[in-house]
């Protein structure tokens, strides 16, 4: 199945959008340019809090891809993390040590 052509998202189908709902991003593929991503990042406690939110994502993305492309969203899910690992710049050793050292820990 061939994905449609981009549109809007409508907001209004959504039920659990409420007053104590927050945006934190929107994303644009953009035409031969790449992506345009805006996000708010003082709406999250932290940086890894948007990690944890950019995993949830992705298993929205899954569910999401499969429906559309008449897909298993296992496979789904394996395609969306094996273009984001592909796409990752080598982690830098600083910042893998400032993570694993904050006080929350690594799960």
Do not use: C, Y
């Not at 927050?22 to 593929?29: F, L, P, S, T």
């Not at 996000?39 to 949830?56: N, P, Q, T």
């Amino acid at each position: 199945m061939k994905p449609s052509k981009p549109r809007a998202i409508p907001l209004s189908a959504i039920p659990n959008l409420g007053a104590r709902s927050a945006e934190v991003a929107r994303i644009w593929i953009t035409d031969r340019s790449g992506s345009t991503v805006v996000i708010d990042a003082g709406v999250l406690g932290d940086a890894e809090m948007f990690g944890v939110l950019m995993a949830d994502t992705i298993g929205h993305a899954a569910k999401a891809h499969a429906q559309a492309l008449g897909m298993a969203e296992a496979e789904a899910a394996a395609l969306i993390w094996r273009g984001l690992d592909g796409a990752r710049p080598d982690l830098d050793p600083d910042a893998v040590a400032t993570i694993a050292n904050h006080p929350g820990g690594l799960n």
